[in-house]
C-alpha cells in the first residue's frame, strides 16, 4: 500500500514538472511593452558666430548665476494639485513668503537677474527670433538665430529650414535628420 502511494505522489510530481515546462515554452521571451521608442537626439551644431571676450565672460556669469539660483515656485504650489509651480507673486496680509521669512521660499528680486548686455540671449550668444512661416526668415542679421514655433507642422518647417540654410541662419530647434532604418 505504501508503494502505490509513493507511485502516486511520483506520478503527480512528473505531472507538475510537464506542466511547468509547457508554460515555460509557451512564455513569450521577451515582455510585451507599450513603451515607444525614444528619438535620436538632434544634431549638434558648433556655434560660427563670433563673440568679444567681454560678451563671452558675460554668458559664462549668466550660465554661473543661474545654476546657484533658488527655485521659484508660488506659495503652497506643493500642497494644491490645481497650482501650477510657475511663479506668482505673493500678496496676502499675513503671508510669510511676502514678509520674506526664511523657510517659507524665494521672492523674485532684482538682484537675481542677468548682466543687461547678455539679457535675452541665447547660450551661445544669438539673439533668438520665433518664425512661424519661410517669409519670416528674410531679412534677418548673421547675429540671430530663429526657432521655429511648436505650432509649426513638419512640412512649413522642413520649408523654413531650406531657407535658412540658403541665407546661412542657424535653426536652434531643427527636425530630427537622423531616422531609424
Known amino acids: 500500500m505504501a508503494e502505490n502511494d509513493v507511485e502516486k505522489v511520483e506520478a503527480k510530481a512528473e505531472e507538475k514538472a510537464e506542466v511547468e515546462a509547457k508554460e515555460q515554452k509557451k512564455a513569450p521571451e521577451k515582455p510585451f511593452t507599450t513603451k515607444k521608442p525614444r528619438p535620436l537626439p538632434r544634431p549638434v551644431e558648433k556655434s560660427t558666430l ?3 571676450e567681454e560678451t563671452r565672460r558675460l554668458l559664462n556669469a549668466r550660465k ?3 545654476a546657484s539660483l533658488p527655485k521659484f515656485h508660488r506659495i503652497d504650489a506643493h500642497k494644491k494639485k490645481k497650482l501650477a509651480l510657475s511663479w ?3 500678496r496676502g496680509h499675513h503671508c510669510k513668503m511676502r514678509r520674506q521669512i526664511k523657510a517659507k521660499g524665494s521672492i523674485v528680486k532684482v538682484g537675481f537677474g542677468s548682466p543687461a548686455a547678455v539679457r ?3 547660450a551661445s550668444g544669438y539673439e533668438e527670433v520665433l518664425v512661424y512661416r519661410p ?4 531679412g534677418l542679421s548673421k547675429r540671430q538665430a530663429i526657432r521655429i514655433a511648436r505650432t509649426v507642422g513638419r512640412k512649413k518647417q522642413e520649408e523654413i529650414e ?3 540654410k ?3 541662419i542657424k535653426v536652434l530647434n531643427p527636425l530630427n535628420a ?3 532604418a
Open 64 to 66: 554661473a548665476n543661474k
Open 88 to 90: 506668482r507673486k505673493p
Open 162 to 164: 531650406k531657407v535658412a
Open 166 to 168: 540658403e541665407l546661412n
Open 120 to 122: 535675452g540671449l541665447h
Open 178 to 180: 537622423f531616422e531609424e
Open 50 to 52: 563670433e563673440l568679444d
Open 135 to 138: 517669409e519670416d526668415v528674410q
